[in-house]
């Protein structure tokens, strides 16, 4: 049985800063400061990032009550990441919604999701990384990178699930990365606004 690693959140932070598309108070500190030392400094201790391997098929149900960060429903080609009027959902949700093909079109992003499960029944060779920010105050999980591998591999865990076994015995690794912190909502406070909103207008 893989080992479930952890690392500090800015250690793991800082060499995907690339990957993570959004806005935040590290990007913005580095961006301004241009120092990676200065923000590891100022980062350090905050919050721990924990790597889970997604080797079963119970697995991905772990994906299940994150948040996907907001799109515009306007625009699903370009999955644009304006959060005015967009929708924010859970990732049973949005593929809850996913299986009716007529609503379907209305999703933020379907046409990407479709082609990633379709990619995916035929196998990977790159450690597929998901990277999520739980803020531990609040007990909430936001999407922040490999959401269209997320939501593919979640459809495969509930209804391709001979398919997604066989898949990954062969091909490489799908971990979850999960960054844990109280001050995740802080640190993503753009995203995570969105879902406060969100909670409190169900």
Known sequence: MEQLQTEDLIDFYL???HKILRS???KNLLLFTCSYKLVKNTFKGIGSCDIIPLSRLNDFEKLAKYYLVPHDISNNK?????????????VNEYIKLFQDKKVRL???CNHTVSSMIQKLKHG??????????????ENIGLL?????????LYYLSLHKQTLL????KINN???????NSSQCKNIFSYDFAKVHFRKSSI
Do not use: F
């Open 78 to 90: 370009e999955c644009d990441y304006d959060v005015k009027d967009s929708t924010t959902y859970l």
């Open 24 to 26: 935040n108070t590290i």
């Open 173 to 179: 690794n799908v971990n979850l990365c999960q960054m």
């Open 15 to 17: 060499p995907r800063d």
């Open 124 to 137: 990977w060779s790159y450690t597929i990384e998901i990277i999520v920010a739980y803020d531990t105050s």
């Open 165 to 168: 076994q066989e898949l990954l």
């Open 106 to 108: 209305m999703l933020p």
């Open 144 to 152: 922040l990178d490999g959401t269209n591998h997320a939501l593919a």
